[in-house]
C-alpha cells in the first residue's frame, strides 16, 4: 500500500499540491501588501501613474524581501483596475495683448535653476464661480516658483505669483527668461515695468501656439489631472486650500519623469 507522501492526484503529489498553495497564498498577501502600499500613496497623490508608483514603492516592497519586476506590478494594477486613464480638459483663460517680444527658449540649453520662469493661468470651478491660478514654473527644476489663486483675470493675480518667486528665489534673477503666452495679463505695462524693474528677460511664443509653453500647459494639467483642482470647490477660500496643499505635494512628494523620478524640490535647491 502506498505511503500518504505518494499518494498523487493526476500526477501531483500531495506534497507537491500543498507546497504550492502556500505559494499562491503567500503570493496574493505579497500582493494585498503592494497593492496597500499603492493606495496609501494614491491618498496624497491621486492620480499617480504606474511608473512612478513603481519607482517610489519598489524599495518598501523589496525591504520586505518581495520581488515583483515593472511587468508584473502592472498586471497586478491592472488587474485591481488602479491603472490611469489620462484626462483632456482644456478651457481658454487669456486673450492675446498686442505687445510681443521674442522666444528667447528656442536653442537655449537649460543648465541649472533660476535660467528660466515658464508663467500660465488656469481656471478652477467653484460653486460661485470660476477663480484663476497664476503660475511660475522653473523650467530646469520643475519647481513651481510663485502662484496666486483669485477671482478676477485681471493682471494683479499674475504680478502677486511673480512677485512671490521674485522674493523666493535663493539667487539674483538679474537676466532671468520670463516666458510666457501673449495673455493680455503678461502684456500689460504693470508686468512688463516689474519684470523691467527686477531685469527679468521677457519671452514669449508665437500667438496661438500652445507648443510655444508646452511646460506651463503641462503644470496645469498635473495639477487638475492629479491633484484634484479639476473639481468643484465650495469657494476661493476652498479652492485657495486646495492649490496650496497641491503645489506642496507637486514640489515635495512627487516624482519627476524628467528628472530622473527626483522631486523637484531636490533639483531646485541642490542647484
Not at 29 to 49: C, D, F, S, T, Y
Not at 93 to 112: D, F, I, K, M, Q
Not at 114 to 138: C, K, P, R, S
Request: net charge neutral; aromatic share 10%.
Amino acid at each position: 500500500m502506498p505511503t500518504q507522501a505518494a499518494v498523487t492526484w493526476f500526477g501531483i503529489s500531495r506534497q507537491a499540491y500543498f507546497q504550492a498553495k502556500q505559494r499562491q497564498q503567500q503570493q496574493e498577501a505579497e500582493n494585498q501588501l503592494i497593492l496597500n502600499l499603492v493606495k496609501e500613496k494614491r491618498r496624497l497623490h491621486p492620480q499617480m501613474g504606474g511608473r512612478k508608483l513603481y519607482h517610489e514603492l519598489r524599495p518598501c516592497w523589496e525591504n520586505l524581501e518581495i520581488t515583483r519586476g515593472r511587468d508584473a506590478f502592472f498586471d497586478l494594477l491592472r488587474a485591481h483596475n488602479l491603472l490611469i486613464v489620462p484626462k483632456r480638459n482644456r478651457r481658454r483663460t487669456t486673450l492675446a495683448g498686442s505687445w510681443r517680444c521674442p522666444n528667447r527658449l528656442v536653442g537655449l540649453t537649460l543648465a541649472t535653476t533660476h535660467q528660466a520662469w515658464v508663467g500660465d493661468i488656469t481656471f478652477i470651478t467653484t460653486e460661485t464661480g470660476f477663480v484663476y491660478l497664476a503660475l511660475l514654473t522653473d523650467a530646469f527644476s520643475r519647481f513651481i516658483v510663485g502662484y496666486d489663486i483669485s477671482a478676477s483675470l485681471a493682471t494683479e493675480g499674475c504680478l502677486r505669483a511673480l512677485q512671490l518667486a521674485i522674493n523666493q528665489a535663493h539667487c539674483p534673477v538679474t537676466g532671468l527668461i520670463h516666458h510666457s503666452d501673449h495673455g493680455v495679463q503678461y502684456t500689460s505695462w504693470s508686468y512688463r515695468d516689474c519684470l523691467q524693474e527686477h531685469r527679468l528677460l521677457p519671452s514669449m511664443g508665437e500667438v496661438g501656439n500652445c507648443y510655444d509653453n508646452a511646460l506651463a500647459e503641462r503644470m496645469n494639467g498635473i495639477l487638475k489631472n492629479e491633484y484634484g483642482l479639476d473639481d468643484l470647490f465650495v469657494n476661493l477660500a476652498h479652492a485657495q486650500q486646495a492649490v496650496a496643499e497641491a503645489v506642496w505635494l507637486y514640489n515635495y512628494d512627487r516624482p519627476h519623469l524628467s528628472l530622473g523620478y527626483a522631486k523637484p524640490a531636490e533639483i531646485h535647491f541642490d542647484n
